[in-house]
């Protein structure tokens, strides 16, 4: 396999490759670092944030509501919404998602009804108006939402985060070093992909079984497909040992960072992976120095295992 890009730095000499390894990867992270920092200042980043923005955090029950009618979809919204906040509109012929929306209104003081429930009501509250109540949760309603997929109109603002370069050779070894790094690796066809956007994911055979199997959706662009083999491989590697939820998803800035180096290491572009890191870590670019010790770390076996 190829050495790294910069013609200063060699790995190739064994009494000096540890030393000369660790000293390139902390500069790379420094360099990562201050490309997040770039990322999030730039007016693509800003762009991409504001529409985010515009979109609800949906509850675990909807969330589970939407995954069960629509399993494909990303990022949904009202029929006005997308109308009056995107330019979009839903195409012709297509069906709602149904999800529980809450109803939010003037509420009693004391039994938490709206007005018309708390005249129906045997609460006995009369010592400030109606008028005068605050606004509270009341109850649901089913609302209807499309995905964007159902929609049509201004396109939405995307990041790029795909890798470039020369890989045709690299994806055979990841799959060849899968079992060395303890792991099964599947690519799987477009057509029979079933995670969504995801480009890859990183999952346990059962309960009992619990070791990693990596699943990447083919794609033709073969840099792409090895730097999301790589950010899968750092999951099983850095994660198989954490159940917290909050601190899994904080990892997930390590595993990017680790795709970054792997990938630069043979010589793929991986520069866009700023604006990904800058999507997780938004005010915090420094999370990746802060666990230099698990990237730098990671990064070198995957390095060393995948080169032989």
Not at 103 to 109: A, G, L, N
Request: glycine share 4%; aromatic share 8%.
């Amino acid at each position: 396999m190829a050495t790294t890009s910069d013609p200063s730095v060699s790995f190739e000499k064994t009494d000096t490759r540890h030393d000369e390894m660790h000293s390139t990867i902390e500069d790379w992270i420094d360099e990562l670092v201050d490309h997040v920092d770039d990322a999030q200042a730039s007016e693509e980043f800003q762009e991409w944030l504001d529409v985010q923005s515009r979109f609800h955090d949906y509850s675990h029950r909807n969330t589970l509501l939407i995954n069960l009618q629509c399993p494909e979809a990303t990022k949904v919204a009202g029929y006005n919404t997308w109308r009056n906040e995107f330019d979009r509109h839903v195409k012709e012929g297509e069906s709602a998602i149904w999800i529980w929306a809450p109803i939010i209104t003037k509420q009693c003081p004391e039994c938490e009804n709206s007005p018309s429930y708390h005249e129906q009501s045997d609460c006995e509250y009369d010592e400030t108006s109606p008028d005068e109540w605050s606004k509270g949760l009341v109850g649901f309603k089913p609302t209807a939402v499309f995905d964007v997929s159902q929609t049509e109109g201004e396109p939405l603002p995307e990041l790029e985060t795909e890798a470039t370069g020369d890989a045709d050779d690299l994806v055979p070894a990841l799959e060849d070093a899968a079992a060395d790094i303890g792991v099964t690796v599947r690519i799987v066809d477009a057509v029979d992909w079933e995670h969504g956007d995801a480009k890859g994911v990183c999952k346990y055979r059962s309960k009992r079984d619990l070791q990693p199997v990596v699943e990447a959706k083919a794609r033709t662009n073969q840099a792409d497909l090895a730097v999301t083999l790589i950010h899968e491989y750092a999951h099983a590697l850095l994660h198989a040992d954490v159940t917290d939820e909050t601190e899994r998803a904080k990892r997930e800035v390590e595993a990017e960072a680790v795709a970054y180096i792997v990938g630069r290491y043979f010589e793929l572009d991986t520069s866009r992976s700023a604006f990904y890191l800058a999507a997780w870590q938004n005010d915090d670019a420094d999370a990746v120095q802060e666990r230099l010790g698990r990237i730098g770390s990671t990064a070198k076996e995957l390095i060393e295992t995948v080169d032989g």
